[in-house]
């Protein structure tokens, strides 16, 4: 199972903007100090954005902040926002295959897919944060 790049590096930009001791970071200082072409993490940006987990403004002083304080926006959110969609196509539209109805494999993808949710939305940026200063690695307990 992958997450795609865009998950990966929304989550990091995420997490940059919420140990920003500013008020707003400019795309291009979140760019530079994670490593990521300014140009692809725009597009992530306008997605997370679009969904309501990041704000914008324009000029001199412009940049970029979190629309709501880290303790709520989940994983699930970031996810959501920057990728969206089921685990599996067949969960989405039965109509892809004639065996939806009656396929077992289906049923796993859709158990799969809802135990992943779970734990997504289990896991705030704040908690991710928390993670990397108690220095612990996995699930939270």
Excluded at 48 to 62: F, Q
Excluded at 111 to 125: N, P, Q, R, V
Aim: with cysteine; charged share 25%.
């Amino acid at each position: 199972m992958k997450i795609s790049t865009k998950v990966k590096y929304g989550l990091r930009f995420l997490l940059e903007l919420s140990t920003a001791n500013e008020g707003q970071i400019s795309l291009g200082a979140v760019a530079r100090e994670q490593g990521i072409s300014e140009k692809y993490l725009w597009h992530i940006a306008r997605r997370l954005r679009d969904g309501g987990i990041i704000v914008s403004s324009r000029g001199v002083e412009g940049g970029f902040c979190l629309a709501r304080p880290p303790k709520d926006i989940t994983m699930f959110d970031i996810y959501e926002a920057v990728e969206g969609g089921k685990l599996s196509e067949c969960l989405e539209d039965t109509s892809v295959c004639g065996r939806s109805p009656t396929c077992l494999g289906r049923m796993v993808w859709n158990g799969l897919e809802a135990a992943m949710t779970d734990y997504m939305k289990s896991l705030s940026l704040e908690a991710i944060l928390n993670m990397k200063s108690a220095g612990s690695r996995g699930r939270r307990g």
